[in-house]
């Protein structure tokens, strides 16, 4: 994204202490190119936030006490150019802490240091108001939600999931800066869709990589560690938390759908156990909906969830069904089938599922 830009990439991080995370941190953050000053108060880093308009990504620990306590620090940022991350692996691996990050702002929670190379790798430098870069004879573009640019429209499409992946999914009423229109959906849907790669026919559009246009097939997927914890994404602009799944692609099984869809919005490789449900729904306009929920199993219980933010959502979590109650959920489905599977509730086999034409399954 930055070929071609020149600019400051200057970041703090909040950290009490020199532990191995911090000392990581650091690491990541200068093997990326970008300048981090490392201060062990929160009154020390909005210090030098303050003095510093240059600062492209803020870092911090949960913290031990009041003194370094990440809420101020972060809270203090106004300005929504830069990139706030809790790195945490209290946050990260536990819904309710994470979903508090969120509703503070922080932009990305994680304990990776993969996930943090790739995103820190991916953000824009500072350029001072007045020094626009050249783009030769591409047109450069404001983000109508934050103000970061001038960027180009690729980039501006690419920043859009990576910095508003938490944004509530309200913003109907802002005009689109490539277009000058108002899309009449979420900023951040249009701009996925209808321009960058999409628009230039490069990648298909979300409407486009639908089974056919007859019926719309979706497969959800209730994945169980051996711990009993259940697999929850976060979804993008605060719609809630679901189960991980999605739309079938075209020349894509059931099976193939809901492995790929898990491993995206959640980073969790699933093996599929058994289906749990199948629903076929007829509607007026002469379509159908039809909905395969599997339950699943992680291939390694030791993977970490996801933690890099990006359109497909902000991360995901291993729940008990206990800690449904705390969390603000998309729809009913986790509440209706993680204590069903908890509970023992009947579980079907997997070659209910065949290709047209297959033998039937073997009595045993």
């Known amino acids: 994204l930055c070929d071609h830009m020149s600019g400051s990439k200057r970041g ?58 990440w809420g101020p620090f972060i809270d203090h940022i106004k300005d929504r150019r830069v990139f706030t991350v809790v790195y945490s692996h209290t946050a990260s691996h536990d819904a309710v802490t994470r979903q508090g990050c969120s509703e503070a702002g ?132 605060q719609v809630g938390w679901w189960l991980p799944g999605g739309r079938v692609n075209a020349k894509e099984t059931l099976t193939q759908a809901a492995i790929r869809e898990t491993k995206e919005e959640a980073g969790i490789d699933i093996r599929l156990t058994g289906i749990l449900r199948i629903e076929h729904s007829p509607r007026g306009d002469g379509s159908a909906r039809m909905r395969v929920f599997f339950l699943a199993e992680p291939v390694n219980e030791a993977q970490d969830p996801k933690t890099e933010p990006d359109y497909e959502s902000m991360g995901a979590s291993w729940v008990s069904v206990d800690q449904l109650q705390k969390l603000p959920l998309r729809s009913h489905e986790p509440t209706d089938w993680l204590p069903y599977v908890a509970r023992g509730g009947p579980v079907y086999p997997m070659d209910l599922l065949a290709h047209e034409g297959a033998p039937p399954p073997k009595n045993t």
């Open 12 to 69: 703090l991080l909040l950290s009490a202490g020199s532990d191995p995370d911090t000392a990581l941190v650091l690491q990541v953050a200068q093997r990326c190119g970008i300048e981090i000053a490392h201060h062990e108060t929160t009154a020390e880093a909005i210090q030098a936030y303050d003095r510093n308009p240059e600062i492209i990504v803020a870092i911090a620990k949960l913290g031990t006490s009041k003194e370094n306590a």
């Open 106 to 237: 922080v932009r990305m929670v994680t304990a990776n240091p993969h996930h943090l190379a790739s995103v820190l790798g991916k953000l824009l430098p500072y350029i001072p108001q007045g020094l626009a870069p050249s783009f030769g004879s591409h047109p450069s573009y404001i983000c109508p939600l934050c103000g970061l640019g001038p960027v180009t429209e690729d980039q501006l499409w690419a920043h859009f999931p990576l910095y508003h992946v938490s944004d509530p999914a309200r913003h109907t009423k802002v005009k689109c800066s490539i277009c000058d229109q108002l899309p009449g959906m979420p900023l951040g849907v249009h701009v996925q869709n209808d321009h960058g790669p999409p628009a230039r026919g490069e990648m298909p559009t979300e409407d486009q990589v639908s089974l056919n246009k007859c019926t719309y097939t979706f497969c959800l997927v209730v994945v169980r560690r051996a711990d009993g914890r259940f697999l929850l994404v976060q979804e993008f602009c």
